[in-house]
């Protein structure tokens, strides 16, 4: 049968490429065809090799109303999905999770993997208590699924990466007894199945973790008993052998804390330090661009092509608004940085779809 009557199935499928995200529901409810179509990880790939594909920033960003009746403004602590498509600039959020009253998780993480994003774990926004939740959105769809619970002890603030074709990394945290932890796990997306991986060389609560090179690297942390002082070291965990690497000493400068890192599709491995946007070459971090002054914290960076990066952050705060939010794209070759259009309200997590 035929895609679209009466045309070549290669023009209707350059039609349904040059279609936005946001049209993806609709096209996949129209017929079976269209839906087997779209839902093919070689339709995602041929948007992107054909430049049709869209970059979205997704964070989870704290809603900023008045609920108080009285005209005063004042950030609430319910945190939701913000959707910021950096070809336009246009902000969009998605649906509220079934049964999640108070909104997301605080603390969780989000990473995308092909058209899905995944939140996991986080503290329940009215006990605190850590939890072992996985949601999945789908952009095909937009819908919500709930996903396999995280095996193990119940953790938080542990660090999380995608290989963004389908599978998700979860390692290091710490329990409910704020024990920090060695133990890591993996995620099937597809398969909606977790597996438990070797432990790693040490612990590491908030950590940090990237996906690169066919491997997951977990970067800095700090065991139970050093509490704040962060270690220097970093282990990956390599696809292709299913095994832990050597412990790599002094990988990190410093024990303040780790840093906010992120990977190009090259290889290349970027971290925002201090104000500083460094870059490890030659087995040393070397500094290649300085984050504007009014980015205050950075809460996520992501390399969308060699040489770009997009940096979010929290900015300084306004007065009954809890936190502004600020964003910049750097192209480090000129080291030009042009400003997002961005929200007010805190940013705890992000991560970068391309669909």
């Given at each position: 049968?035929?895609?679209?009557?009466?045309?070549?199935?290669?023009?209707?499928?350059?039609?349904?490429?040059?279609?936005?995200?946001?049209?993806?529901?609709?096209?996949?409810?129209?017929?079976?065809?269209?839906?087997?179509?779209?839902?093919?990880?070689?339709?995602?790939?041929?948007?992107?090799?054909?430049?049709?594909?869209?970059?979205?920033?997704?964070?989870?960003?704290?809603?900023?109303?008045?609920?108080?009746?009285?005209?005063?403004?004042?950030?609430?602590?319910?945190?939701?999905?913000?959707?910021?498509?950096?070809?336009?600039?246009?902000?969009?959020?998605?649906?509220?999770?079934?049964?999640?009253?108070?909104?997301?998780?605080?603390?969780?993480?989000?990473?995308?993997?092909?058209?899905?994003?995944?939140?996991?774990?986080?503290?329940?926004?009215?006990?605190?208590?850590?939890?072992?939740?996985?949601?999945?959105?789908?952009?095909?769809?937009?819908?919500?699924?709930?996903?396999?619970?995280?095996?193990?002890?119940?953790?938080?603030?542990?660090?999380?990466?995608?290989?963004?074709?389908?599978?998700?990394?979860?390692?290091?945290?710490?329990?409910?007894?704020?024990?920090?932890?060695?133990?890591?796990?993996?995620?099937?997306?597809?398969?909606?199945?977790?597996?438990?991986?070797?432990?790693?060389?040490?612990?590491?609560?908030?950590?940090?973790?990237?996906?690169?090179?066919?491997?997951?690297?977990?970067?800095?942390?700090?065991?139970?008993e050093e509490q704040g002082q962060f270690s220097k070291t970093t282990e990956s965990f390599y696809v292709s052998t299913w095994q832990w690497g050597p412990l790599t000493?002094?990988?990190?400068?410093?024990?303040?804390?780790?840093?906010?890192?992120?990977?190009?599709?090259?290889?290349?491995?970027?971290?925002?330090?201090?104000?500083?946007?460094?870059?490890?070459?030659?087995?040393?971090?070397?500094?290649?661009?300085?984050?504007?002054?009014?980015?205050?914290?950075?809460?996520?960076?992501?390399?969308?092509?060699?040489?770009?990066?997009?940096?979010?952050?929290?900015?300084?705060?306004?007065?009954?608004?809890?936190?502004?939010?600020?964003?910049?794209?750097?192209?480090?070759?000129?080291?030009?940085?042009?400003?997002?259009?961005?929200?007010?309200?805190?940013?705890?997590?992000?991560?970068?779809?391309?669909?």
């Amino acid at each position: 049968m035929e895609l679209i009557p009466n045309l070549p199935d290669d023009v209707a499928r350059e039609c349904l490429l040059r279609a936005s995200y946001k049209q993806f529901p609709v096209i996949a409810s129209v017929c079976r065809g269209w839906n087997r179509e779209v839902s093919l990880s070689d339709f995602l790939h041929q948007r992107k090799a054909s430049r049709h594909s869209q970059e979205l920033l997704i964070l989870s960003q704290a809603r900023v109303e008045d609920s108080s009746g009285s005209g005063k403004i004042f950030a609430t602590p319910e945190y939701r999905v913000s959707v910021l498509e950096s070809g336009s600039g246009l902000w969009t959020e998605l649906p509220r999770i079934p049964g999640q009253a108070k909104g997301l998780p605080l603390f969780c993480r989000l990473v995308s993997v092909g058209s899905d994003l995944i939140v996991l774990g986080g503290l329940d926004p009215v006990t605190w208590q850590a939890s072992d939740s996985v949601f999945v959105f789908s952009f095909l769809t937009s819908k919500w699924r709930v996903g396999a619970t995280m095996p193990g002890a119940r953790r938080s603030f542990f660090g999380c990466a995608s290989d963004s074709d389908r599978t998700v990394l979860v390692a290091g945290g710490h329990d409910e007894e704020k024990c920090a932890l060695t133990s890591a796990i993996v995620y099937d997306v597809a398969e909606d199945k977790w597996t438990f991986l070797p432990d790693m060389a040490r612990e590491r609560d908030e950590c940090k973790a990237i996906f690169h090179a066919g491997r997951f690297q977990v970067i800095g942390g700090y065991a139970t008993e050093e509490q704040g002082q962060f270690s220097k070291t970093t282990e990956s965990f390599y696809v292709s052998t299913w095994q832990w690497g050597p412990l790599t000493d002094d990988f990190l400068d410093d024990t303040v804390s780790s840093p906010i890192c992120a990977a190009g599709e090259n290889g290349d491995l970027y971290a925002c330090w201090r104000g500083d946007v460094m870059m490890f070459l030659a087995d040393t971090w070397q500094k290649v661009g300085q984050i504007p002054a009014d980015v205050y914290n950075v809460t996520y960076v992501v390399a969308v092509r060699p040489g770009k990066l997009i940096v979010i952050g929290n900015g300084k705060a306004l007065a009954g608004y809890g936190e502004a939010t600020v964003g910049y794209s750097c192209d480090l070759s000129s080291a030009r940085w042009v400003k997002l259009e961005t929200h007010v309200g805190h940013v705890q997590a992000g991560c970068f779809l391309e669909v």
